[in-house]
Protein backbone atom coordinates (compact mmCIF):
# COMPACT_ATOMS: atom_id res chain seq x y z
CA UNK A 1 0.00 0.00 0.00
CA UNK A 2 1.51 3.66 -0.83
CA UNK A 3 2.68 5.76 2.15
CA UNK A 4 -0.12 8.28 1.18
CA UNK A 5 -2.90 5.67 0.99
CA UNK A 6 -1.79 3.95 4.64
CA UNK A 7 -1.92 7.41 5.75
CA UNK A 8 -5.44 7.84 4.74
CA UNK A 9 -6.45 4.29 6.03
CA UNK A 10 -4.84 5.36 9.32
CA UNK A 11 -6.59 8.78 9.61
CA UNK A 12 -9.87 7.10 8.65
CA UNK A 13 -9.30 4.57 11.15
CA UNK A 14 -8.53 6.92 13.93
CA UNK A 15 -11.79 8.94 13.39
CA UNK A 16 -13.93 6.25 13.24
CA UNK A 17 -12.24 5.24 16.95
CA UNK A 18 -12.59 9.04 17.81
CA UNK A 19 -16.39 9.12 16.64
CA UNK A 20 -17.43 5.69 18.81
CA UNK A 21 -15.65 6.51 22.13
CA UNK A 22 -17.74 10.19 21.96
CA UNK A 23 -21.21 8.40 20.84
CA UNK A 24 -20.47 5.35 23.60
CA UNK A 25 -21.61 7.53 26.96
CA UNK A 26 -25.13 6.92 28.07
CA UNK A 27 -27.43 10.02 27.69
CA UNK A 28 -27.29 12.16 31.17
CA UNK A 29 -30.78 13.24 31.83
CA UNK A 30 -30.88 17.22 33.39
CA UNK A 31 -31.41 18.61 36.20
CA UNK A 32 -35.12 20.34 34.72
CA UNK A 33 -36.06 21.35 31.40
CA UNK A 34 -37.26 24.83 30.48
CA UNK A 35 -39.46 26.51 27.09
CA UNK A 36 -38.53 29.34 25.29
CA UNK A 37 -40.97 28.72 22.73
CA UNK A 38 -43.75 27.03 22.05
CA UNK A 39 -42.44 24.43 18.99
CA UNK A 40 -41.15 20.95 20.81
CA UNK A 41 -37.35 21.46 19.66
CA UNK A 42 -37.42 25.39 21.21
CA UNK A 43 -36.56 23.95 24.77
CA UNK A 44 -32.96 24.28 26.57
CA UNK A 45 -31.87 21.45 29.42
CA UNK A 46 -30.09 22.80 32.68
CA UNK A 47 -27.24 21.20 35.14
CA UNK A 48 -26.97 22.18 38.09
CA UNK A 49 -22.90 22.66 39.00
CA UNK A 50 -21.77 19.54 40.90
CA UNK A 51 -19.13 21.13 42.91
CA UNK A 52 -17.96 24.45 43.82
CA UNK A 53 -15.30 26.01 41.00
CA UNK A 54 -13.77 28.00 44.04
CA UNK A 55 -13.34 27.15 47.85
CA UNK A 56 -15.76 29.91 48.95
CA UNK A 57 -18.76 28.94 46.81
CA UNK A 58 -21.23 31.49 45.42
CA UNK A 59 -23.01 31.40 41.49
CA UNK A 60 -21.33 29.49 39.30
CA UNK A 61 -20.15 30.74 35.86
CA UNK A 62 -23.04 29.39 33.18
CA UNK A 63 -21.81 27.76 30.25
CA UNK A 64 -24.22 27.72 27.15
CA UNK A 65 -24.09 24.39 24.71
CA UNK A 66 -25.64 24.43 21.15
CA UNK A 67 -24.38 21.01 19.75
CA UNK A 68 -23.58 20.20 16.55
CA UNK A 69 -24.65 17.67 13.78
CA UNK A 70 -24.38 19.78 10.56
CA UNK A 71 -27.70 21.94 11.74
CA UNK A 72 -29.76 17.95 10.77
CA UNK A 73 -32.60 16.86 12.47
CA UNK A 74 -31.24 13.26 13.45
CA UNK A 75 -28.47 15.13 15.32
CA UNK A 76 -29.84 16.26 18.80
CA UNK A 77 -28.99 17.79 22.06
CA UNK A 78 -29.10 14.64 23.53
CA UNK A 79 -25.35 13.39 21.86
CA UNK A 80 -23.71 16.60 23.65
CA UNK A 81 -25.40 15.62 27.22
CA UNK A 82 -22.31 13.76 28.64
CA UNK A 83 -19.95 16.96 27.89
CA UNK A 84 -22.50 19.15 29.50
CA UNK A 85 -22.55 16.50 32.23
CA UNK A 86 -18.81 16.92 32.44
CA UNK A 87 -18.50 20.73 32.35
CA UNK A 88 -21.02 20.40 35.67
CA UNK A 89 -18.94 17.76 37.16
CA UNK A 90 -16.27 20.61 36.36
CA UNK A 91 -18.38 22.92 38.76
CA UNK A 92 -19.87 24.79 35.88
CA UNK A 93 -23.60 25.82 35.62
CA UNK A 94 -24.53 24.39 32.12
CA UNK A 95 -27.35 25.03 29.82
CA UNK A 96 -28.13 22.58 26.72
CA UNK A 97 -29.95 24.23 24.17
CA UNK A 98 -31.99 22.72 21.68
CA UNK A 99 -32.91 24.51 18.11
CA UNK A 100 -35.18 23.67 14.91
CA UNK A 101 -32.84 21.61 12.35
CA UNK A 102 -33.21 20.81 8.96
CA UNK A 103 -36.07 17.69 8.40
CA UNK A 104 -36.29 15.38 5.01
CA UNK A 105 -36.22 16.46 1.81
CA UNK A 106 -38.36 15.54 -0.73
CA UNK A 107 -36.49 15.30 -3.77
CA UNK A 108 -36.75 17.16 -6.98
CA UNK A 109 -38.18 19.90 -5.38
CA UNK A 110 -35.94 23.15 -4.48
CA UNK A 111 -32.26 23.45 -3.56
CA UNK A 112 -33.18 20.69 -0.82
CA UNK A 113 -33.24 17.91 -3.73
CA UNK A 114 -29.69 17.86 -3.64
CA UNK A 115 -29.42 15.78 -0.69
CA UNK A 116 -31.59 12.94 -2.84
CA UNK A 117 -34.32 12.85 0.43
CA UNK A 118 -31.92 12.72 2.99
CA UNK A 119 -31.82 15.21 6.35
CA UNK A 120 -31.28 18.76 5.01
CA UNK A 121 -29.09 20.75 7.12
CA UNK A 122 -30.56 23.28 8.95
CA UNK A 123 -34.18 25.62 8.67
CA UNK A 124 -34.01 29.16 7.30
CA UNK A 125 -34.80 31.04 9.17
CA UNK A 126 -36.33 28.86 12.18
CA UNK A 127 -32.50 27.71 13.12
CA UNK A 128 -31.77 31.50 13.47
CA UNK A 129 -34.92 32.20 15.23
CA UNK A 130 -34.59 29.78 17.81
CA UNK A 131 -30.41 30.35 18.83
CA UNK A 132 -31.69 34.15 19.16
CA UNK A 133 -34.74 33.87 21.14
CA UNK A 134 -33.03 31.19 23.26
CA UNK A 135 -30.41 33.41 23.97
CA UNK A 136 -32.87 36.54 24.73
CA UNK A 137 -34.71 34.13 27.37
CA UNK A 138 -31.51 33.05 29.23
CA UNK A 139 -31.24 35.35 31.81
CA UNK A 140 -35.07 35.01 32.93
CA UNK A 141 -34.77 31.20 32.74
CA UNK A 142 -31.72 30.88 34.72
CA UNK A 143 -32.89 32.92 37.41
CA UNK A 144 -36.00 30.81 37.41
CA UNK A 145 -34.60 27.30 36.83
CA UNK A 146 -31.23 27.33 37.76
CA UNK A 147 -30.53 29.84 40.53
CA UNK A 148 -27.19 28.37 41.01
CA UNK A 149 -25.72 29.79 37.71
CA UNK A 150 -24.46 33.81 36.97
CA UNK A 151 -26.07 34.62 33.85
CA UNK A 152 -23.39 37.60 34.65
CA UNK A 153 -20.53 35.18 33.85
CA UNK A 154 -21.64 33.91 30.76
CA UNK A 155 -19.42 31.84 28.20
CA UNK A 156 -21.27 29.97 24.82
CA UNK A 157 -19.69 26.92 23.35
CA UNK A 158 -20.28 24.79 20.63
CA UNK A 159 -19.64 22.12 18.98
CA UNK A 160 -19.16 21.90 14.53
CA UNK A 161 -22.49 23.52 13.13
CA UNK A 162 -23.05 24.20 16.92
CA UNK A 163 -19.55 25.86 16.99
CA UNK A 164 -20.67 28.24 14.08
CA UNK A 165 -24.08 29.47 16.04
CA UNK A 166 -22.27 30.18 18.84
CA UNK A 167 -19.95 32.41 17.39
CA UNK A 168 -22.60 33.96 15.57
CA UNK A 169 -25.27 34.34 18.56
CA UNK A 170 -21.56 36.73 19.71
CA UNK A 171 -21.87 38.45 16.71
CA UNK A 172 -25.86 39.40 16.40
CA UNK A 173 -25.22 43.26 16.61
CA UNK A 174 -22.86 42.81 13.71
CA UNK A 175 -25.67 41.94 11.63
CA UNK A 176 -27.23 43.87 8.82
CA UNK A 177 -29.48 46.60 9.57
CA UNK A 178 -32.57 44.68 8.49
CA UNK A 179 -32.08 41.87 10.38
CA UNK A 180 -34.59 40.51 13.03
CA UNK A 181 -32.03 39.16 15.18
CA UNK A 182 -30.09 41.76 15.29
CA UNK A 183 -29.19 43.37 19.12
CA UNK A 184 -28.24 47.28 19.45
CA UNK A 185 -25.01 45.85 21.47
CA UNK A 186 -22.76 43.46 22.29
CA UNK A 187 -24.42 40.45 23.92
CA UNK A 188 -23.18 40.11 27.54
CA UNK A 189 -20.85 37.55 27.38
CA UNK A 190 -17.42 36.43 29.02
CA UNK A 191 -16.90 35.03 26.05
CA UNK A 192 -17.47 32.00 23.17
CA UNK A 193 -15.29 29.01 23.11
CA UNK A 194 -16.46 27.60 19.32
CA UNK A 195 -15.08 23.82 19.22
CA UNK A 196 -14.20 23.03 15.31
CA UNK A 197 -16.67 25.59 14.14
CA UNK A 198 -18.16 25.80 11.02
CA UNK A 199 -16.96 29.56 11.14
CA UNK A 200 -16.29 30.75 7.25
CA UNK A 201 -18.65 29.24 5.02
CA UNK A 202 -16.79 30.38 1.86
CA UNK A 203 -13.90 28.08 3.01
CA UNK A 204 -16.40 25.90 4.23
CA UNK A 205 -18.17 25.42 0.83
CA UNK A 206 -14.87 25.01 -1.28
CA UNK A 207 -14.15 21.80 1.41
CA UNK A 208 -17.49 20.83 1.02
CA UNK A 209 -17.70 20.28 4.67
CA UNK A 210 -20.85 17.64 5.28
CA UNK A 211 -21.69 17.67 2.07
CA UNK A 212 -22.84 21.20 1.44
CA UNK A 213 -24.01 21.63 4.90
CA UNK A 214 -24.11 25.46 4.58
CA UNK A 215 -25.40 26.02 1.40
CA UNK A 216 -28.30 23.99 2.60
CA UNK A 217 -28.50 25.65 5.56
CA UNK A 218 -28.78 29.30 3.83
CA UNK A 219 -31.39 27.62 1.56
CA UNK A 220 -29.13 26.22 -1.39
CA UNK A 221 -27.56 28.69 -4.25
CA UNK A 222 -30.05 30.32 -4.46
CA UNK A 223 -30.39 31.32 -0.64
CA UNK A 224 -26.49 31.34 -0.40
CA UNK A 225 -25.14 34.72 -1.60
CA UNK A 226 -28.06 36.31 -0.19
CA UNK A 227 -28.61 34.75 2.80
CA UNK A 228 -24.88 34.48 4.05
CA UNK A 229 -24.30 38.35 5.18
CA UNK A 230 -26.73 37.24 7.58
CA UNK A 231 -25.04 34.30 8.48
CA UNK A 232 -21.70 34.17 8.16
CA UNK A 233 -19.48 34.54 11.45
CA UNK A 234 -16.42 35.39 9.38
CA UNK A 235 -18.35 38.39 7.82
CA UNK A 236 -19.35 39.58 11.15
CA UNK A 237 -16.29 40.54 12.70
CA UNK A 238 -14.96 42.48 15.27
CA UNK A 239 -17.32 41.05 17.76
CA UNK A 240 -15.46 42.74 20.50
CA UNK A 241 -15.92 39.30 22.54
CA UNK A 242 -13.51 36.93 23.32
CA UNK A 243 -13.06 34.58 21.62
CA UNK A 244 -11.49 31.08 21.07
CA UNK A 245 -11.56 28.19 18.70
CA UNK A 246 -10.27 24.72 19.33
CA UNK A 247 -9.15 22.89 17.05
CA UNK A 248 -7.71 19.47 16.19
CA UNK A 249 -5.37 19.36 13.58
CA UNK A 250 -6.34 15.87 12.27
CA UNK A 251 -9.90 17.00 12.02
CA UNK A 252 -11.28 15.15 8.37
CA UNK A 253 -14.68 16.99 9.25
CA UNK A 254 -13.96 20.53 9.49
CA UNK A 255 -10.88 20.60 8.81
CA UNK A 256 -8.46 22.84 10.67
CA UNK A 257 -8.41 25.32 7.43
CA UNK A 258 -12.03 26.45 8.18
CA UNK A 259 -10.89 27.41 12.26
CA UNK A 260 -7.93 29.43 10.48
CA UNK A 261 -9.65 31.40 8.25
CA UNK A 262 -12.14 32.36 10.77
CA UNK A 263 -9.01 33.53 12.85
CA UNK A 264 -7.80 35.50 9.43
CA UNK A 265 -10.83 37.20 9.04
CA UNK A 266 -10.55 38.33 12.12
CA UNK A 267 -7.35 39.54 12.36
CA UNK A 268 -7.84 41.85 9.15
CA UNK A 269 -10.73 42.95 11.37
CA UNK A 270 -8.44 44.31 14.16
CA UNK A 271 -9.55 41.69 16.31
CA UNK A 272 -7.35 38.75 18.20
CA UNK A 273 -9.20 35.52 18.32
CA UNK A 274 -7.58 32.75 20.31
CA UNK A 275 -6.08 29.72 17.96
CA UNK A 276 -5.50 26.37 19.98
CA UNK A 277 -4.71 23.70 17.47
CA UNK A 278 -4.45 20.12 19.40
CA UNK A 279 -2.23 17.63 17.36
CA UNK A 280 -3.25 14.23 16.43
CA UNK A 281 -6.90 14.94 17.65
CA UNK A 282 -10.10 14.95 15.16
CA UNK A 283 -13.02 15.57 15.20
CA UNK A 284 -15.10 14.43 17.91
CA UNK A 285 -12.88 14.38 21.24
CA UNK A 286 -13.34 17.80 22.02
CA UNK A 287 -16.46 16.60 23.11
CA UNK A 288 -15.87 13.45 24.35
CA UNK A 289 -15.31 13.31 28.23
CA UNK A 290 -13.10 10.21 27.99
CA UNK A 291 -10.60 12.44 25.50
CA UNK A 292 -7.71 14.75 27.16
CA UNK A 293 -9.21 16.89 24.26
CA UNK A 294 -12.24 17.58 26.34
CA UNK A 295 -10.30 18.78 29.32
CA UNK A 296 -8.40 21.43 27.44
CA UNK A 297 -11.83 22.44 26.33
CA UNK A 298 -12.83 22.86 30.11
CA UNK A 299 -9.78 25.14 31.03
CA UNK A 300 -10.37 27.07 27.77
CA UNK A 301 -14.17 27.83 29.00
CA UNK A 302 -12.41 28.51 32.53
CA UNK A 303 -10.01 30.95 31.21
CA UNK A 304 -12.62 33.47 30.01
CA UNK A 305 -15.69 32.48 32.45
CA UNK A 306 -13.30 33.94 35.51
Not at 79 to 95: E, I, K, W, Y
Not at 176 to 186: G, S, Y
Request: glycine letters at 10%; a negative charge.
Amino acid sequence: MPDDAAARAAAEARAAAEEESAFSHAAVDPDTTAAYGDDPDQVIDFYAPREALSPGGGLAPLVVVLHGGAWRAPYDRRHVTPFADFLARRGFAVANVEYRRGGVSIPGQGAAAETGGGPVAGRWPETFDDVAAAMDALPALVREFLPQADPRRMVVTGHSAGGHLALWAAARHLLPADAVWRIDRPAPLRGVVALAPIADFTVAEKLDVCGGACRQLLGGEEGFTARVPYADPALLLPTGIATTLVQGRADTVVPEAVAEAYADAAAKAGEVVGLTLLEDVGHFPLIDPAADACAVVAEEIAQLAW
